[in-house]
T-cell receptor
Framework: DTAVSQTPKYLVTQMGNDKSIKCEQNLGHDTMYWYKQDSKKFLKIMFSYNNKELIINETVPNRFSPKSPDKAHLNLHINSLELGDSAVYFC??????????????FGPGTRLTVL | AQSVTQPDIHITVSEGASLELRCNYSYGATPYLFWYVQSPGQGLQLLLKYFSGDTLVQGIKGFEAEFKRSQSSFNLRKPSVHWSDAAEYFCAVGAKDTGRRALTFGSGTRLQVQP
């Protein structure tokens, strides 16, 4: 039983293309996240959704657009891919306790390579 | 703004030796603190967390961590390291407020285990 799953695991594409990464969680959590891990392994929050509502939108180029069709899914669409977008993208979910941060469970990651 | 510092980029220990990975945080109040482990090519797995109460917390795989408010630290320890513990370890802090539920991660410590 995979708690947080992402597809695809690997994504290789050319500059200028548009691509999507999908995330699904079966934990019944209300909040989902996208993090980016760069080549130096540094992890940084990109977006957070709570019950399909955007609650965190860090300084991310507007080529990145998250979409949450329901609270179990949070997809990441990237337009006009650039070399600098190459990274590992992690999806996570949590169930906040009274609005406060709770444990986040991470997916296996999607390694995006832009050529 | 909260921040996390992991002073050691890379640590090498012999199998069977004890281990301590350092983590210092900056946050205005008592934070939520986490340690995650990332094996090569894998996602992040939660080792342990501190929310409140006993400052010595036990985690999976024989790991423990101690929250020291006076030192703003949350160091991870293991009495006897196994070869399978070789991985990247991340300390993270979560804010205790309703506006921001994302985690702020340290830059990670890579653990190498010598036979």
């Amino acid at each position: 039983d995979t708690a947080v799953s992402q597809t695809p695991k690997y994504l290789v594409t050319q500059m200028g293309n548009d691509k999507s990464i999908k995330c699904e969680q079966n934990l019944g959590h209300d909040t989902m996240y996208w993090y980016k891990q760069d080549s130096k392994k540094f992890l940084k929050i990109m977006f957070s959704y709570n019950n399909k509502e955007l609650i965190i939108n860090e300084t991310v180029p507007n080529r990145f657009s998250p979409k949450s069709p329901d609270k179990a899914h949070l997809n990441l669409h990237i337009n006009s891919l650039e070399l600098g977008d190459s990274a590992v993208y992690f999806c996570a979910s949590s169930q906040p306790l009274g609005g406060l941060t709770d444990t986040q469970y991470f997916g296996p990651g999607t390694r995006l390579t832009v050529l | 703004a909260q921040s996390v510092t992991q002073p050691d980029i890379h640590i090498t220990v012999s199998e069977g030796a004890s281990l301590e990975l350092r983590c210092n945080y900056s946050y205005g109040a008592t934070p939520y603190l986490f340690w995650y482990v990332q094996s090569p090519g894998q996602g992040l797995q939660l080792l342990l967390k501190y929310f409140s109460g006993d400052t010595l917390v036990q985690g999976i795989k024989g790991f423990e961590a101690e929250f020291k408010r006076s030192q703003s630290s949350f160091n991870l320890r293991k009495p006897s390291v196994h070869w399978s513990d070789a991985a990247e370890y991340f300390c993270a802090v979560g804010a205790k407020d309703t506006g921001r539920r994302a985690l702020t991660f340290g830059s990670g410590t890579r653990l190498q285990v010598q036979p």
